[in-house]
């Protein structure tokens, strides 16, 4: 069953940029001749050197090689800042709303001009040049926009890293890409909270000796006293008032790199995912056109924070490139209550509102009364991304957030993508509760088996794309071997995606999650390997083997089996004390929800953990335990069952 159907709202057939038919002609010719096809979208932004070249990509074994509009020159900060000066000056390019519901800040396009040139200007003062790159650390202000734009100006390669991740995180990524420049806050500030930025990055420079950080330039958010280094530090209120707002932008090439985000994989250390400037800016741009079906004068709102990738292309780069007003919210929501989102989006007359399934399931949790206090009439279009949806979530967020009016835009992708692949378009794709329905233009998803077989017509199996796109990754940073590795070695030719999906009889895709050994846990990616490895470091753990289970609120909850030393016992304290553990080595979205203590853990004759019979324990299906006559000790599996944790 394949469930309901919600047809297109036929004010939305006639609004919306494309139409049912609209988007099959657009989808043939984009797949028929991508060249010809990219070219002119390609134009949507501006060139400094216009490009003669469109696509030279390879999929090839062992010869990875992607470029997009290779001659072209260009630059990001330009297209979403300078170009609009003519038209937009005085329009509204950032709606801050901050975690208090008392603050909140309107910064116009002329406004975000100069604050970027600022703060370029400051970077530039302290050495930073085209090709450096700059860690960012922040907290979700406005500040953090300026630095994303201000590196984009000068052609430095921005690495933002989630201000959740511990200073060892944080440290990790700083040393793998080599930045001797670091922006961040004094504190954070969410849900009331506050979370100490400037003493962990403090913490991630000791544990570098150092590390080769140069600078490090500090926004005062909550004026909170914290220790400056006289050489090294310096307040950007005090660097600013130094400089002035006016700043050349560097011409870019359309393949160089416009910034890292780490990501986590389901083995190792996290990966560098390498994003260039060029394809990346026409792709999220085109992609916020078309599926938010962004009109000039809506207020759009994304909820990501600018450390996901979500936050890069639909709070950053694509609605600026569009020239949009787009909303950046601090805070958390159900802080001060469970009404905040709703009481945002009236006050900011909030058009397209895009979130994550987990903060759906969570507002679901407290009713529909925080809800129905507020109007929300301005909504016109509902988004959701960065795990599946389950279709009763779908339903609610439809019935009760969008009073059944809004269409809601299902957009599957991934951080390696750069922008959504997979979604309807709100005026041509009719939509089911949890399929993220048809591929946006240019995108050629196939279900395989196993083996690597293509399946036809409706089928179950992974999901991997058989061509490029203009947003998609370049490397891996400093490793593209790990790149070949790690998306084309599965299926020679094709980008693995590491999704599974069905497809169904009518051609619409149901992601059903990930078939490698990274977690979603609410919406964000955890490789149990990272958990496995922080676990291992505990002085009383010997061993440990992390998997998913399904979890009501989050989609999936971290479970950890863990065995002791020898001469080590299990204790509440000890569980509590391992999860603390694994929260400072990783960040408090890695800590884990159950820690069962195992004895031992069920392994082959050849030493392997059998992860799919922890899986299955951990998911409450030990009827279905699958062979285990290949097991060293048949034994550990009854007490793996005896002693599950319970569930939530
Ligand atoms: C954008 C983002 C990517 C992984 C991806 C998949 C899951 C994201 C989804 C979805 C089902 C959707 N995912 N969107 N699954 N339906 N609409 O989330 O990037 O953090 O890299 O995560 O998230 O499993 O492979 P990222």
Known sequence: MDGKVYEVPSEWASRAFVDAAGYKRLYQASVADPAAFWAEHGRRIHWFTPYAKVKNTSFAPGAVSIRWYEDGTTNVAYNC????????????????????PSEAKHITYQELHDEVCRLANVLRNRGVEKGDRVTIYMPMIPEAAYAMLACARLGAVHSVVFGGFSPDSLAGRIEDCGSKMIITADEGLRGGRKVPLKANVDAAIERLGGGGVEHVVVVRRTGAEVAMDPVRDVYYHDAREMVTAECPCEEMNAEDPLF??????????????????????????????????????DIYWCTADVGWVTGHSYILYGPLANGATTLMFEGVPNYPTNSRFWEVIDKHKVNTFYTAP?????????????VKATSRASLRLLGSVGEPINPEAWEWYHRVVGDARCPIVDTWWQTETGGILITPLPGAIPQKPGSATLPFFGIKPEVVDAEGKVLDGAAEGNLVLADSWPGQMRTVYGDHQRFMDTYFSAYPNKYFTGDGCRRDADGYYWITGRVD????VSGHRMGTAEVESALVAHAKVSEAAVVGYPHDIKGQ????????????????????????????????????????????????????????????????????????????????????????????
């Open 260 to 297: 890292i985000l780490y990501t986590s994989g389901s083995t190792g250390k996290p990966k560098g995912v390498l994003h260039t400037t060029g394809g990346y800016l026409v792709y999220t741009a085109m992609t916020h056109q078309y599926v938010f079906d962004y009109h000039d004068g």
């Open 557 to 648: 909850g971290i479970y950890a089996y863990v065995t002791l030393m020898a001469d080590e016992q299990p204790s509440e304290e000890l569980r509590k004390e391992l999860a603390a553990w694994v929260r400072r080595e990783i960040g408090p979205i890695a800590q884990p929800d159950l820690i069962q203590f195992a004895p031992s853990l069920p392994k082959t004759r050849s030493g392997k953990i059998m992860r799919r019979i922890l899986r299955k324990i951990a998911e409450d299906e030990f009827g279905n335990l699958g062979d285990t006559s290949t097991l060293a000790d048949p034994g550990v599996v009854s007490d793996l069952i005896d002693n599950r944790q319970n569930k939530q």
């Open 517 to 520: 050994d990274v977690i979603n």
């Open 81 to 100: 800042i300078d170009r609009h000066l003519d038209t937009r000056a005085g329009q509204v390019a950032i709606i801050w709303e901050g975690d208090d």
């Open 358 to 370: 987990t903060a759906i399931r969570a507002l679901m949790q407290a009713g529909e009364g925080p």
